[in-house]
């Protein structure tokens, strides 16, 4: 059989994402190593596309990820319980607000890695970070641009509490 490939080069070289990538992980080491506690970092993903193909599908075309992603792939793949400001206010008072991986650590994280891939492709993307921790009841975070309004992008943050085996998620006011 005769086939053709389409072969595309991505915005962001592969040398360049996987060295923003690494810059990701020992920050998040970096975060974890300074809590009483003890918590490993067992997956990480950080995919990307230019902004104009952006929808809210969490799928990235252009991805790169390590470890074990696969219980949060799939909480995210099921329904997730989307809540209100205020509820998301009141939950994350408890674990989220004492966790080493505060929501305030989480958007610097985001805008970083943000920045850095959009300086490589010389373009806006809408980009995404999914993190799985191994040793919290909280397992899993995800970060993307995957909310809009009024053509507006907004940012969507989703953690799955393995503890309910739940997968919650908040549309913030913060825009891409």
């Known amino acids: 059989m005769d086939r053709q490939f389409q072969i595309t080069t991505p ?13 990701v992980e020992e920050s998040i080491k970096g975060q974890l190593a300074e809590g009483d506690h003890y918590l490993l970092l067992c997956g990480l993903e950080i995919g990307y596309m230019p902004d104009s193909d952006a929808d809210d599908s969490p799928t990235f075309p252009y991805t790169m990820r390590f470890g074990y992603l696969e219980s949060l792939d799939c909480a995210m793949d099921n329904e997730s319980e989307e809540i209100s400001e205020s509820e998301w ?11 080493p991986l505060p929501i305030e650590y989480l958007d610097k994280l985001y805008d970083q890695a943000k920045a850095s891939l959009e300086s490589a492709a010389g373009a806006p ?6 993190i799985v921790l191994y040793g919290s009841p909280l397992m899993g975070y995800s970060i993307g641009c995957l909310c809009g309004r009024r053509g507006e992008k907004r940012r969507k943050y989703c953690y799955y509490d393995k503890r309910k085996h739940k997968n919650k998620c908040y549309c913030t006011r913060k825009r891409c």
């Open 11 to 23: 915005p962001v070289p592969i040398d360049k994402h996987y060295q923003i990538f690494q810059e």
């Open 125 to 130: 993307l809408a980009i995404g970070l999914k």
């Open 89 to 99: 206010e009141e939950q994350t008072r408890g674990a989220l607000s004492t966790h």
